[in-house]
């Protein structure tokens, strides 16, 4: 008799094997009794797994065989229970979790962001700035390689709830290569590492960073203009032989004001914005703030919004609908609309998609000051409101969950959530759809709870996805 251990398989997994196996002829038990012969535990470690089952009070528990998923799996190949070898059994730990001494190691670092809890508070801010600058100086040399290197390295750097305090204290924690580590021990023996001071002080990072801080320009043009020997925006505004797109054009008019951080009371007054003008089209309609707002950010550099409506379809006309009340009302500057391109025939895409399908718009909105609450309007100011960049995003309401699980972020929580579904789940993960490799089906979900169930992964809630 086997059972299924549903924590880190996740139940439709654990589901899905189950029912495998029965279609085998093995008897799997849902419950955990004496009768079961053979536990089987995917993606647990012997210190999480042997906790859990010695409070189960199974009284033949020493007799029974605690195995991995692969006895499971070659079973499952052979048609039969295989014999079972050392290689497959999960050994119960020579120390206990439940005795473990206070000083005892401390649990591993996952690899993967979806496997950390990473809030706001980052007590390694200094070295994490720095390694950002690295991977900031590689996108603009388009090197991919380096630069998740250095990605991986912040972002494992901020899930630490403790400052380092040598090079020593970085034992046992994954991600960080030889580069990484000479910049956080010059910096912590120092205070500054010479190759980012060096990236600090180049013109050309400086320009590129410059110039694609103006919305709609990223690393290429920004090349394009460094080569052609511009160093400023005013030089770059003002060469008549440079073409802008609309985009381009509207970052340069509204620069100073959509360059300046969004703050949480900003971002809620937009949200009441965007609530009233959609409820004109249809008062089923549903907002969710999203992005770095809803990870706990007090400043943002735009506001996401999700917008659904119950009905199926009924999302086709929404975007177009709350764009022409916002240009109806005097406070559209700017937006650029992108038609859904969402095909359910055509999932799972093996690409990993810079965008995903859904119907969504770029806007920038005026906000008016007097909306923003504590906020003063000041009379000898010169204008009474500042422009904003907005992203709404309208999935159909059955990939809601999807939706919001992506666009949610932190970008590398995503990448990592993503990587941790191809390479330890066979599954493909996007902004519109779980597959699973393995029994090439789609894997439905409501809500983001559920997406994490499917992976096997614990829920990390999103303020602690800040990797
Ligand atoms: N996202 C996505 N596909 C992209 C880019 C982003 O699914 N090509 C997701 C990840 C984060 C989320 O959308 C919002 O993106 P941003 O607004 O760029 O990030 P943010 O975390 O909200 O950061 P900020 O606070 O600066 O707006
Ligand atoms: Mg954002």
């Not at 008062?283 to 009905?311: A, M, N, Y």
């Not at 906000?367 to 906020?375: F, T």
């Not at 829920?459 to 996805?465: D, K, L, S, V």
Request: overall charge negative; glycine content about 6%.
């Amino acid at each position: 008799m086997v059972y299924l251990v549903e924590r880190r398989m996740g139940k439709s997994r654990r589901n899905f094997l189950t029912s495998l196996a029965r279609s085998k002829g093995f008897c799997v038990d849902n419950t955990l009794s004496d009768k079961v012969t053979h536990i089987v535990a995917e993606g647990m470690s012997a210190n999480e797994l042997w906790p859990w089952l010695e409070e189960q009070n199974l009284p033949q528990l020493d007799k029974t065989n605690v195995l991995d998923i692969t006895w499971f799996t070659e079973s499952m190949r052979a048609d039969r229970p295989v014999p079972v070898e050392e290689q497959h059994r999960i050994q119960r730990p020579a120390l206990q979790l439940k005795t473990r001494l206070p000083d005892s190691p401390v649990p591993t670092v996952s690899q993967y962001a979806c496997q950390r809890r990473t809030t706001l508070d980052n007590p390694n801010k200094v070295l994490t700035d720095a390694l950002e600058v690295l991977v900031e100086n590689c996108e603009f040399n388009d090197s991919m390689g380096p630069c998740s290197g250095f990605r991986r390295a912040a972002s494992v750097l901020k899930s630490l709830t403790t400052a380092l305090s040598c090079l020593q204290d970085t034992a046992g924690l994954p991600c960080l290569g030889e580069e990484s580590k000479t910049i956080i021990e010059e910096i912590i023996d120092c205070g500054s590492s010479s190759r980012v001071e060096d990236i600090l002080s180049d013109e050309r990072y400086q320009t590129l960073k410059l110039f694609t801080s103006v919305f709609g320009v990223g690393p290429k043009t920004a090349e394009k203009w460094y080569r052609r020997g511009l160093r400023s925006l005013e030089q770059v505004y003002s060469d008549s032989s440079l073409h802008f797109n609309r985009m381009q054009t509207a970052g340069f008019i509204y620069y100073e004001d959509i360059s300046k951080p969004v703050t949480v009371a900003e971002a809620r007054a937009l949200g009441c914005i965007i609530e009233e003008t959609a409820s004109y089209y249809s008062s089923g309609v549903s907002i969710s703030l999203t992005g770095g707002f809803r990870r706990g950010k007090q400043f943002g550099h735009d506001v996401d919004f999700i917008l659904t409506v119950p009905e199926p379809g009924k999302e086709d006309g929404l975007l177009p609908a709350v764009i022409d009340t916002l240009r109806s009302q005097g406070i559209l500057l700017y937006s650029d609309f992108q038609e859904s391109t969402f095909d359910l025939n055509k999932l799972p895409s093996r690409r990993f998609e810079a965008m995903d399908h859904f119907q969504k718009c770029f806007l920038i909105l005026k906000l008016r000051a007097g909306l923003v609450e504590g906020q003063q309007v000041d009379p000898g100011c010169r204008r009474d409101w500042r422009a904003v960049r907005v992203d709404l995003v309208a999935p159909p309401a059955e990939r809601y969950a999807f939706c919001l699980l992506g666009w949610s972020g932190s970008t590398q929580f995503e990448r990592d959530l993503r990587r941790f579904a191809r390479l330890e789940r066979g599954m493909l993960l996007d902004n519109h759809a779980l597959y699973d490799k393995t029994t090439n089906t789609f894997l439905q979900a409501k809500t983001e709870e559920d997406i994490f169930a499917h992976l096997g992964l614990d829920y990390i809630e999103p303020w602690q996805r800040n990797a």
